[in-house]
């Protein structure tokens, strides 16, 4: 991985209650480009902020040290835990959430979320996205976004299935999708958009076996 510049945010401040990250949380810019990104993350009066920026060109910068809070996550929860900023490390890429991913920026992000994992001991199904934690309210980083790739190399968890059913039902699906993590309040039309972005965002329609499967996943430690 390339050097990564400091370039450090005053949006930040100490993790609350002695909590430390247990989660990584990836984000889209969705700016035109990583300098007016940098500018927004650091400027007081937005009060937003990462510990970490991607460019295109996969270079790495650094906003906040690790062991510090973020701004980035906001209002939500996973696996029935708020406070995200004071769980988690949050990564922006750079890009406007509607076309791929460089391979340079994947390839920094790979060698940046190995450091992450093994520094504070966090397991890949602790590597969530923006939406994940904030359906409906969020949708980064997006459908362009190759959770496959990362879940290939253990630095991301994936959909473990199970025997289809026969009839989906809305409930069962439901208590799927907490046990996977996706425990933020939401509507089932949402939360079926939600579930589907991070694991099949090429499907569209009802309800259906497929998404049963894809969201039982047996969560980690995010406590």
Same mark, same amino acid.
């Given at each position: 991985?390339?050097?990564?510049?400091?370039?450090?945010?005053?949006?930040?401040?100490?993790?609350?209650?002695?909590?430390?990250?247990?989660?990584?949380?990836?984000?889209?810019?969705?700016?035109?480009?990583?300098?007016?990104?940098?500018?927004?993350?650091?400027?007081?009066?937005?009060?937003?902020?990462?510990?970490?920026?991607?460019?295109?060109?996969?270079?790495?910068?650094?906003?906040?040290?690790?062991?510090?809070?973020?701004?980035?996550?906001?209002?939500?929860?996973?696996?029935?835990?708020?406070?995200?900023?004071?769980?988690?490390?949050?990564?922006?890429?750079?890009?406007?959430?509607?076309?791929?991913?460089?391979?340079?920026?994947?390839? +920094? @992000? #790979?060698? /940046? =979320?190995?450091?992450?994992?093994? !520094?504070?001991?966090?397991?890949?199904? &602790?590597?969530?996205?923006?939406?994940?934690?904030?359906?409906?309210?969020?949708?980064?980083?997006?459908?362009?976004?190759?959770?496959?790739?990362?879940?290939?190399?253990?630095?991301?968890?994936?959909?473990?299935?199970?025997?289809?059913?026969?009839?989906?039902?809305?409930?069962?699906?439901?208590?799927?999708?907490?046990?996977?993590?996706?425990?933020?309040?939401? +509507? @089932? #039309?949402? /939360? =079926?958009?939600?579930?589907?972005? !991070?694991?099949?965002?090429?499907?569209? &329609?009802?309800?259906?076996?497929?998404?049963?499967?894809?969201?039982?996943?047996?969560?980690?430690?995010?406590?």
């Amino acid at each position: 991985m390339a050097n990564v510049i400091k370039h450090i945010s005053p949006n930040q401040g100490p993790r609350r209650n002695g909590l430390r990250p247990s989660l990584v949380v990836i984000h889209y810019t969705a700016m035109q480009t990583a300098a007016d990104a940098l500018e927004r993350l650091c400027d007081p009066a937005v009060e937003v902020s990462a510990h970490y920026l991607i460019s295109t060109t996969g270079d790495v910068i650094q906003m906040v040290e690790e062991d510090q809070r973020a701004w980035h996550a906001g209002q939500g929860e996973w696996a029935g835990q708020d406070d995200i900023n004071s769980r988690s490390i949050g990564i922006e890429l750079d890009n406007t959430g509607d076309h791929p991913f460089s391979e340079p920026q994947m390839s +920094a @992000l #790979e060698a /940046l =979320l190995g450091g992450i994992l093994g !520094r504070w001991d966090i397991q890949p199904d &602790g590597v969530i996205g923006h939406s994940d934690m904030a359906p409906g309210r969020k949708s980064d980083p997006g459908p362009h976004f190759d959770w496959a790739r990362l879940a290939r190399q253990g630095l991301a968890g994936q959909g473990r299935p199970n025997r289809p059913a026969a009839a989906p039902s809305p409930e069962t699906f439901t208590a799927h999708a907490k046990q996977a993590g996706f425990t933020a309040d939401a +509507a @089932l #039309e949402t /939360l =079926l958009a939600t579930t589907r972005l !991070r694991f099949a965002p090429w499907r569209t &329609g009802p309800l259906c076996a497929e998404d049963m499967n894809l969201c039982h996943m047996p969560a980690s430690k995010w406590k």
